[in-house]
């Protein structure tokens, strides 16, 4: 039996290339106890939800807590393994995917939700085929009534093999809680010595009002 030699290829970027915001560290290196952190959370989140499901919503309990980042870091893994990805940054009043890709946000999600674009507005990343990101876009003051377009999230597991989606803090805006009522699962990332065990309680909650799964809580460090 021939192993698939393209499954376990693994590209990274140069140390010195500026493609890619260094804190999207597994870009750059295959190496490191965070790194393997990362990859098992990506085996875990494999066998537990991606076995049955294409799409996952990420969010925090409050702003700060690292959740871009490691949505962002967990796509990269994704297409790493061969895995056609979709990052979608649904965070559209604070949006960050943009600048840790160094890709252009002068339109995207809320752009395509709104009809303001025609066409297909995901900006594949450079250096990884199997990433694509789609970027918040132009900033709305609400866009609650655009996220609960149920037949973009659909159209979204269509066309890629994994949905990771990068939602604002849950306690501060219920973007996440809708999402989630889409989807039918999320991740909770929470900061070491800052998110309290109330607050994801509380974002459990709101999963469960949602009929979504809290498919784990993520634990970050720094």
């Known amino acids: 039996m021939k192993a698939d030699a393209k499954q376990l290829t693994y590209r990274i970027l140069p140390p010195d290339s500026a493609a890619i915001d260094p804190e999207v560290f597994v870009a750059f290196t295959l190496d490191g106890d965070e790194v393997e952190e990362y990859r098992a959370l990506r085996t875990q989140l494999s066998l537990r939800w991606f076995e049955n499901n294409k799409s996952l919503v990420f969010t925090s309990a409050r702003y700060g807590h690292g959740t871009s980042h490691a949505v962002a870091n967990l796509a990269i893994l994704f297409s790493q393994i061969g895995h056609k990805t979709l990052l979608v940054d649904a965070n559209i009043r604070k949006p960050m995917q943009h600048d840790l890709f160094r890709l252009d946000n002068s339109q ?79 991740v909770i990332v929470a900061r070491k010595n800052e998110t309290k065990t109330q607050e994801i309680k509380k974002v459990e909650q709101q999963f469960d009002i949602a009929k979504a799964v809290t498919v784990g809580v993520v634990l970050k460090e720094f």
């Open 108 to 186: 995207g999600l809320s752009d395509l939700l709104a009809r303001r674009s025609r066409g297909n507005q995901t900006q594949k990343v450079r250096g990884f085929d199997n990433l694509h990101v789609l970027t918040a876009g132009t900033k709305l003051p609400n866009p609650l009534e655009l996220l609960s377009i149920k037949s973009f999230w659909e159209a979204a597991e269509k066309a890629y093999d994994i949905v990771l989606i990068d939602a604002p803090p849950a306690l501060e805006y219920t973007d996440a809680q809708l999402i989630a009522s889409h989807v039918g699962g999320g």
